[in-house]
């Protein structure tokens, strides 16, 4: 933005450190119509939101910029030098931009806490950005108190300065005075700065809006866009916008009572979605509108969907039907929606750690072993289930006893309450979806898919598994060869079977020496640093846009890293994207993409942008060692910011069809063509840089990864069509034991044992996440990114589509 109208104001003279004295000013008001805010704080290098700041000594021996962000706010390197002069005044003084709608009013607050010398700052203030103002006095009993002297607000309190976005924010605590929020995002996304009452009171606030929005419709008499269809569009963008600010803490939020909090929210706002889905007057008014008054809107071809799809859903809610089943089927739903919620809450919770010693780690790198916490009383290693450590111990750990426990301990997540909610949920569904008129479940789920019905999915997972049996035949032998080997080797038992403890470990083995890649030398040349900035130079290029890194960004965490998004061309802002990579108690334990605002069309018709965060758990850097990824992550890493990209650049006006809200069974389709990117030579080039020697990947460890792309493709998709067969087979059936149908589709499919005494489903989380009825398509939509890939090899990675063309086609839907 370029800044007019640049004036400067003297504030205090500094020229002696020792005759000023800052805690004794508390609570002055200072009149400067053109002037937004004023913080006094020692080393903070930003204050309130969205301002830049300039550090200054009181002996004037330090001032400089601190803010990384100062260039994305000036445009110039001239206006940038407003605040650097090459010599500084003796007196502090504070640039603002003089724009309209500034509050009459700046106010000064003091706080003996922090202030511990004259250290003053300059701030360049920026305009539609708001800030709360604290002081250790008395709270004024008004807020139009702070235009008279001497007024002072509590610590403890805040008050908002409404910066001109659609919606009003919530309070925050103190923590808000040292972060900014970006333009255009509607939440502070700091949750440290929340309490569970914010979140209560939050919820609160979205559904009695999400009510007034429905009644508006129902109460229409002029039935026309504006009075039908538009307030349930605003519901929509109003619910995801504001939504995810009470919900997503659940997934991410140190503090377990916010956790708490926000389980309990999302579990209160998905009851209010179901008594709003199921509001039969909201239905009959979308009917009516359809068939009488809509031709006359000439709605487009999105609203005319939008339309279409609100009243296949409400036939869906059995909004058609009587009175009595609609209770019915508001009732199970509420259910299901609470036992889900308590299943993944389950997971996340989840902390089990086990105590191994050096010895029964034989085989895992010495780097590994040394990120180990150690156990206080038997000095042995504490290995977890999370995926930094269940992964490359189930992988590289030699002794096959170490391996079982770990797999055992896995496979064994929340057994005994997840096993009982997740049968409990599934009886329910097939009650729900009987009443409904549907066969089952997974029919009611694969209705508004490609998909259709479930015997075309039966037709593709059965085909598909029976193309792979000759390679997984030949890939389960040379496992079992490896095992022999091993056994006589180190002197273990062998028994002539593979075991799921060995999956991964001879997969791995198999990878190293029929296509020679070492995962442990890769992960040398795969920093986290590197990868994040090769892959990002890549996303930029391939989709011509730019983003840029906001230090001093509100985030939950401070792990979490946070860009905005413009186009390159036209330098439109397109949105945000956050990435908290690294593990941590109580987070969600996979990967994943989480959209946070919707990039769609505010009520007023202006376009807001997109928000998006990314949640994955590598390995967390040391004192003497970044953190390195395995390949494997590159590509899950690439993966899932695939999906940050296909919610950023979404062009959808509405919410209800905004970014990944397309059909399932096509929602993996961008990312996974994405994917192949971490396959070829010059993005892995530009992704890799060894953390000792700084060289990037050579060409013939590039080879042979490449090569290595087809290693184990039986396996592992036989794997996934275990999964999705399982899916399938509670959902058809409602009533089921899933540790006897999980066995069985395991043995049926891989001739493989499942372990006594698990119960893998127990901790199948996409099942209560969305993709209940759905997980085949992940399978499914991977046939359309390899035509993609196929159709268009001039422009992609010509090698990838080549290699995995004759199984796309094998997997052709029909």
């Known amino acids: 933005m370029e800044l007019k109208h640049i004036h400067t104001s003297t504030v205090c003279d500094t020229s002696s450190a020792s ?6 000013e508390r609570g002055k008001v200072l009149r400067y119509p053109s002037l937004k805010l004023l913080f006094w704080r020692k080393k903070d290098y930003l204050l309130g939101r969205g301002l830049i700041v300039c550090n200054v000594n009181g002996n004037g021996a330090e001032r400089k910029i601190i803010s990384s962000s100062l260039s994305h706010y000036c445009s110039s390197a001239s206006q940038r030098n407003i605040l650097s002069p090459v010599n500084p005044p003796s007196r502090t003084q504070l640039v603002s931009e003089r724009v309209g709608n500034f509050p009459q009013f700046l106010t000064c607050s003091y706080f003996s806490s922090v202030l511990k010398s004259s250290s003053l700052l300059s701030l360049l203030c920026l305009p539609n950005y708001s800030a709360r103002f604290y002081s250790s006095g008395p709270a004024p009993s008004t807020t139009s108190s702070l235009h008279a002297p001497n007024s002072v607000l509590k610590e403890s309190e805040a008050m908002t300065v409404n910066n001109g976005d659609s919606d009003p924010e919530p309070r925050y605590s103190t923590r808000d005075l040292i972060a900014m929020k970006p333009h255009g995002v509607q939440h502070n996304w700091d949750l440290r700065t929340y309490t569970p009452k914010d979140i209560e009171q939050k919820c609160a606030d979205i559904i009695e ?33 504001h939504g995810a600010v009470v919900t997503f803490p659940r997934h991410v939020a140190d503090s377990p009572t916010i956790r708490d909090a926000a389980s309990q929210a999302t579990k209160l706002l998905d009851e209010s979605s179901v008594e709003m889905s199921m509001r039969k007057d909201v239905f009959d008014k979308l009917v009516e ?41 508001k009732a199970i739903k509420k259910q299901v929606s609470e036992l889900t919620l308590q299943f993944s809450r389950n997971l996340g919770e989840e902390n089990t750690v086990l105590l191994f010693s050096a010895e029964e780690l034989e085989g895992m790198p010495a780097t590994f072993l040394e990120g180990l916490e150690k156990d206080a009383d038997s000095g042995k290693y504490k290995v977890s289930l999370k995926y930094p450590h269940f992964f490359p111990v189930t992988r590289k750990c030699r002794i096959p006893e170490t391996r079982k426990k770990l797999e055992i301990a896995y496979q064994s997540k929340c057994i005994q309450q997840n096993t009982r909610l997740l049968e409990e949920v599934l009886e329910l569904r097939q009650r729900e979806a009987e009443l409904l008129g549907y066969a089952n479940h997974a029919a009611y789920a694969q209705d508004m898919q490609m998909a259709k019905h479930p015997d075309r999915v039966k037709t593709f997972l059965t085909d598909l598994a029976i193309k792979l049996q000759p390679l997984w035949k030949a890939e389960k032998q ?25 999956f991964r470990y001879y997969m791995c083995l198999i990878e190293e020496e029929n296509y020679a890649v070492d995962q442990q030398l890769l992960m040398g040349y795969f920093p986290l640093e590197v990868v994040t900035k090769g892959m990002l130079g890549i996303y930029e290029d391939l989709l011509g846009l730019q983003f840029t890194a906001l230090a001093d960004a509100q985030k939950w965490h401070d792990d979490v890293e946070v860009y905005q998004v413009n186009d390159r061309s036209t330098s439109e802002l397109m ?17 994943c993409c989480v959209p946070l605002q919707p990039g769609c069309l505010d009520v007023s018709g202006v376009k807001q942008p997109a928000v998006s965060a990314m949640l994955t758990n590598f390995t ?9 990824l395995d390949h494997k992550e590159v590509e899950t890493y690439f993966h899932e910011f695939g999906h940050l990209m296909h919610t950023i650049c979404s062009r959808a006006k509405s919410a209800l069809l905004f970014g990944t809200r397309v059909e399932t069974d096509f929602l993996e389709a961008p990312s996974q063509m994405l994917e192949n990117w971490v396959w070829e030579r010059e993005p892995l080039r530009r992704m890799s840089l060894h953390y000792e020697t700084k060289t990037p990947l050579p060409d013939d460890i590039i080879d042979k990864l490449a090569a290595s792309q087809v290693a184990n493709a039986g396996g592992l998709n036989l794997r996934q069509i275990v999964l999705a067969t399982f899916d399938q087979r509670v959902h058809l059936q409602g009533r089921s034991d899933t540790q006897a149908v999980y066995a069985q589709t395991l043995q049926e499919i891989m001739g493989l044992d499942a372990i006594p005494g698990t119960n893998m489903p127990a901790n199948f989380n996409h099942l209560c996440i969305g993709y209940s009825g759905r997980y085949y398509s992940y399978l499914w939509s991977e046939v359309f990114s390899m035509d993609i890939c196929h159709g268009h090899a001039e422009e992609f990675p010509r090698s990838r589509a080549e290699q995995f063309c004759v199984l796309a086609k094998q997997r052709s839907i029909k």
């Open 209 to 241: 809006q999400l009510r007034q929005l429905f009644d508006k419709t129902a109460s229409a008499e002029t039935l026309d866009f504006n009075s039908v269809l538009k307030p349930l569009l605003e519901a929509h963008r109003y619910s995801f916008t």
């Open 19 to 24: 005759e000023y004295n800052p805690v004794g």
């Open 478 to 502: 040379t496992m079992l060869e490896l095992k022999k080997r091993e056994c006589e080797k180190y002197n273990f038992e062998y028994n002539d079977k593979l075991e799921m403890w060995d």
């Open 575 to 591: 949105g945000y994207f956050y990435l908290d990579l690294f593990p941590r108690e109580g987070k969600f334990g996979h990967a």
């Open 289 to 329: 509108y359809r068939d009488n008054y809509s031709h006359s809107d000439n709605l487009s071809p999105e609203y005319q969907r939008c339309l279409d799809r609100l009243i296949h859903t409400g036939r869906r809610n059995g909004l058609h039907l009587s009175e009595d089943v609609r209770e019915k089927v």
């Open 620 to 628: 967390r850097p040391k004192k003497d060692k970044p953190s390195l």
